[in-house]
Structure formats: C-alpha cells, structure tokens
C-alpha cells in the first residue's frame, strides 16, 4: 500500500497563475481532506469530499478555491489567480470511513507564490 | 464549531525527563482525541488517540488523558529520546453521524534535549 501521495511536492506560481494539487488515497480510502498549514501554525481544515461529492467546505476560501474528487483519477485542489498569502504546504488526508478516525497523511505540497 | 486551543507552542526537555502538553476544547459533542507527530518537512503521524469513554490510554513511553467535565486533554511523553524532538497536534471532533472534520491545535514545538 503505497500510502497518501501528492504531488508535486513543491510548486512555484508567479502570482495570478492556477495552481493545481492532486491527491490519491490510500487503496480502499474513499474519504479524502484537504488541510493547510501556514509556517508555524497549526493545520486549516480546507474541504471534505468522498467520490463525485463535496460533503463540508465550510473551511474554503469562498473565491479561487475549488475542490474535486472524481470518480476516476486523484483528488484536485485548484486555486485560480494565486496570491502570495497562498502560500502555504497543503495536506491531503484520506480514511476507510466516514468517521476521520485513523487519518492517513500525504507528504503534502509545498506551494510558494513568487 | 470546535475551537482547539493547544499549550505549549513551545517545549524544550532534558533527554530522559517528562514532557506534557495540553489541549483544551469547546465542543462537548467532540469525542475523538488523536495526536499527531509531525517531523521537519514531513507528514503529520498519528501517534496515540483517545475516546471520550476512556479516561487515559498509554502505548509504551506515550499516554493521554482526557477529562470531559473540564473539556482538557493532555499528551505524556516519559523517558524522552532525542528522535521525540518534532511538532505535536492535538485534535478534537465529533463522531456521531459520520462526515465529521478534526479540528487542529496550533501545535507544540517539542526539543529534546541531549
């Protein structure tokens, strides 16, 4: 089981430009969520999807934030028309079941705005 | 929602003493309490959890204890290790319906020592 994997580890963004994150769960995760961790501080609970759905985005910024878990294929979190206050590592986490007990972490993707 | 408030934000420890931290929250729904070790640069790792129907739980030199009158938990790390030296979280969520989103506390920058 090859674990939470996102990719890239590091992307840098002139500001204005999209950013695209991916996430692939664990074998078997259907749960996936999406975190940010600015320097120093603690993890920001971003957006909560199973497959084809958005089940709590109470934590996305209202504007340039989307977030989608298709059918096939890895988890996408899009930023459009980045700012340098994106900056951030954003975390993708997934679990077997709707509970979020035993939240499996990514390594994360490091995102710097220039 | 819940609000996590975590103390220390920092905590430097002689190899071979006790370290403590504390986390307190708001939700008397929450009754989910993971901790999670976070290295530099790396992903955040569940280390030890608890629920509210248990009153401490250890796991070799790692133990944590909740009080639910007083809405607090703590983490216990004895006979610390230089490789203990890393970020702490500590989380709080509900699990009654399912769909439920941890929330983090800001985290304690634990040195050890040598």
């Known amino acids: 089981n090859a674990g939470v994997m996102q990719n890239p580890r590091h992307l840098v963004r002139r500001r204005g430009q999209e950013a695209r994150l991916r996430c692939s769960p664990m074998?078997?995760?259907?749960?996936v969520y999406w975190y940010r961790q600015l320097p120093e501080e603690g993890l920001k609970f971003m957006v909560y999807l199973q497959k084809e759905n958005i089940i709590d985005e109470s934590g996305m910024p209202k504007e340039r934030f989307s977030a989608e878990f298709p059918k096939e294929g890895p988890s996408i979190l899009r930023i459009q028309q980045v700012v340098r206050g994106d900056s951030a590592a954003y975390f993708c986490?997934?679990?077997?079941?709707?509970?979020?007990?035993?939240?499996?972490f990514g390594s994360g993707t490091q995102l710097s705005v220039l | 929602g819940e609000n996590v408030e975590q103390h220390p934000s920092t905590l430097s420890v002689q190899e071979g003493d006790s370290a403590v931290i504390k986390c307190t929250y708001s939700d008397s729904a929450s009754n989910y309490f993971p901790w999670y070790k976070q290295e530099l640069g790396k992903r955040p790792q569940l280390i030890i959890d608890?629920?509210?129907?248990?009153g401490e739980k250890k796991d070799q030199r790692i133990a944590v204890t909740l009080n639910k009158t007083a809405k607090h938990f703590s983490l216990h790390i004895t006979e610390t290790q230089p490789e203990d030296s890393a970020v702490y979280f500590c989380a709080a969520s509900p699990i009654r319906f399912g769909n439920e989103k941890l929330t983090f506390g800001t985290g304690t920058r634990l040195t050890i020592i040598p």
């Open positions: 986490a997934s679990s077997p079941t709707a509970t979020n007990e035993k939240l499996f």
């Open positions: 608890i629920r509210s129907n248990v």
């Open positions: 074998k078997g995760h259907s749960h």
